[in-house]
């Protein structure tokens, strides 16, 4: 009898391990893939949606590759475009985008929200429209 209950405790234990590895695993992996384009056109395309919108869960960490194309115009530093969220600017949503592609690791606000990231570099005609949303919301 004895024996018997020390074998399924073994069991528990090993079941708790398995378990919680399993459930580590996509906390090991949690940073999420957005990829976007800030184009030629002056307008930012995000990979998979019809429209520019970033969706987020509250303090999501998100990796952004953002490939830049050149407009028609340029910054001194040679930035051909930017995406900056200027509520977040100081959690690092402030990002000088260069010809090519280029990733940064941010994170979605705590909160849920509508924020606007735009572009700050004077790049040409639709500068002023070039602007992207992020979404961020409980799923
Ligand atoms: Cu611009």
Known sequence: MRGAYSCSSIFVVLFLI???GGA??????????VEIVADSD???????????????????????????HKGQEIARDG????????KLREQGWDLRLYEGTQEFTVNAPASSGEFLA??????????????????????
């Open 18 to 20: 398995i378990a919680g």
């Open 24 to 33: 580590r695993l996509p906390a090991s992996d949690d940073t999420r893939l």
């Open 42 to 68: 002056n307008r930012f395309h995000v990979i998979g949606e019809k429209t520019p919108v970033i969706h987020a869960r509250p303090g999501e960490r998100l990796r952004l590759r953002i490939t830049a």
């Open 79 to 86: 930035a051909v475009h930017s995406l900056v969220v200027r």
């Open 118 to 139: 735009e572009c700050t570099v004077k790049c040409g005609p639709g500068h002023d429209d070039m602007r992207l949303k992020l979404l961020v919301k409980q799923q």
